[in-house]
């Protein structure tokens, strides 16, 4: 690690959509920046999910939804279920931080 915050999903006050985008567009093989709009309502939901109490699992279930309308068919379940842990992580510590 080069910089003092490189193992932060999110720094205090910094809002959390920028790095669940980023890490639900790599999970789904997407550009982060060229698919980032398209992928808002996800974002917004998966957001909304663990905010209100949702466990990975949960999660985990909603990105199989979202394959599923994005016509992906490739993931296999041990791949969801790290990339739904790690987007409830980006949440929880953006709670913890304080973000907006």
């Known amino acids: 690690m080069t910089r003092r915050d490189a193992g932060n ?5 910094q809002p959390v959509e920028p790095e669940l985008n980023r890490v639900l ?3 789904l093989q997407k550009d982060p920046v060229a698919d980032g709009p398209a992928l808002g309502t996800y974002v917004s939901a998966i957001k909304g ?5 949702s466990s990975s699992a949960d999660v985990a279930g909603y990105l199989r939804h979202a394959e599923r309308e994005l016509g992906i068919v490739d993931q296999d379940g041990r791949t969801r279920a790290l990339a739904s842990v790690a987007l409830w992580h980006v949440v929880q510590a953006a709670r913890v ?4």
């Open 97 to 100: 931080r304080g973000a907006p």
């Open 25 to 27: 567009a790599i999970y």
């Open 9 to 13: 999903w999110v720094d205090r006050g």
């Open 49 to 53: 999910m663990v905010e209100a109490g």
